[in-house]
């Protein structure tokens, strides 16, 4: 996607040919900083600190990082360290075991020598690869965004989302915002409506920073405001990501979401999440029970960073000292509050026969990773 104009990735290999570039997120939207990453230990870093985030660019980089690792050290203990040190890193979402998944199989019975290259090769197609399904997704659903343009006969289309699907969370496009950005770039008149997504603001601070660089018409709103747009008449239809989809069709994705699904129910707005295939575990059937959910620092809640009129960043404690926190990163919207899942083979319905239908290469095609779920 762009900034001002200038094609941009979220991740790429650096031109020395040995490390790692990411825009830095923690910097945004105040500052536009990249950062390079050479080694295992940069990777799993910038994952645990969430300067990269989101479910696909969070499996793109693991790979990467496996890479890194195996530049240093291509035996069998590196490797298995590597990825069990990069799997530890985030337990909500699943692209991150399916890359490392990836990676093992692509290297593990290789001799020493061929490793890295090896392990390159395979996290560039990963990259490669995401880029091409957001792509595909973003033209499922453009086909919606047209039919409920075409039903308002000129008006804007009015979309609200949650949290960060942007290209910031994947390698390129998006997830969510793919659609978004096809419409706008085939000039249909839309306009975004950007929940916060308290803690750490991905809408406010990423969502409507990609947004804005790109020309997207938009408005930031507080996370509690979707509901009241939605009894108004005044949202369309609500398009989110996922972190973790259950064969079922249950969605986990950043905490807030399912509050939504249920405002869009209530008002009869289409509720759709959009997802790579990667995204759904076949292994987990109820997504109350068995995925689990993230649970992050206080200061996420208790302190919020922002700049000052000076130009300065700060960041300033909210809540009184000594108030116990609770931050959970993520909930789970039941497939039935679902109108369709936004996928690179189409828009399916969120339930066990549309997902096993539309990629049975899927379905258990490997054993069990010894690994648990989280």
């Not at 008149?189 to 997207?216: K, Y």
């Amino acid at each position: 996607m762009k900034i001002d104009g200038k094609q941009m990735p979220s991740i790429w290999v650096e031109n020395d040919g040995a490390s790692v570039g990411i825009i830095d997120q923690t910097q945004l939207p105040h500052r536009f900083a990249a950062v390079r990453l050479a080694t295992l230990e940069d990777t799993a870093q910038a994952i645990k600190t969430m300067q990269v985030r989101g479910a696909p660019l969070i499996g793109a980089a693991a790979a990467y990082g496996v890479w890194l690792a195996l530049r240093a050290d291509a035996s069998d203990e590196a490797l298995e360290r590597a990825c069990a040190g990069l799997f530890a890193t985030r337990p909500t979402a699943i692209n991150l075991k399916w890359a490392l998944d990836e990676m093992l199989a692509a290297v593990r019975n290789r001799p020493r020598v061929e490793r890295a290259e090896a392990a390159l090769r395979r996290a560039n197609e990963i990259a490669a690869e995401d880029v091409t399904i957001n792509q595909a997704i973003g033209r499922h659903g453009l086909k919606i965004i047209e039919g409920v343009a075409a039903g308002k006969k000129g008006e804007r289309v009015n979309l609200l989302t949650h949290c960060n699907a942007g290209w910031l969370a994947t390698v390129d496009w998006g997830t969510a915002t793919a659609p978004i950005y096809m419409a706008h770039d085939k000039g249909i008149p839309l306009h975004v409506f950007v929940d916060e997504t308290r803690p750490r603001n991905q809408g406010a601070s990423l969502t409507a920073w990609e947004l804005g660089h790109h020309g997207v018409p938009h408005t930031v709103i507080a996370d509690n405001t979707g509901g009241h747009l939605m009894q108004h008449g005044l949202v369309d239809m609500v398009i989110v990501g996922a972190d973790r989809v259950t064969a079922q069709g249950d969605v986990c994705n950043k905490i807030g979401t399912y509050l939504k699904a249920l405002a869009a129910h209530d008002n009869e707005v289409p509720f759709y999440v959009a997802l790579p295939s990667p995204t759904i575990d076949f292994t987990v059937t109820d997504g109350l029970a068995e995925i689990p959910i993230e649970q992050r620092e206080d200061d996420e809640v208790t302190t919020i960073k922002g700049r000052t009129k000076e130009g300065r960043l700060e960041t300033v404690q909210l809540v009184p000292d000594g108030s116990p926190v609770a931050n959970y990163a993520f909930d789970v919207t039941p497939a039935r509050l679902i109108t369709g899942l936004i996928t690179e083979r189409g828009v399916i319905a969120a339930n066990r026969a549309a997902l096993a239908q539309a990629f049975p290469e899927r379905v258990e095609v490997r054993p069990k990773s010894n690994r648990k779920v989280s």
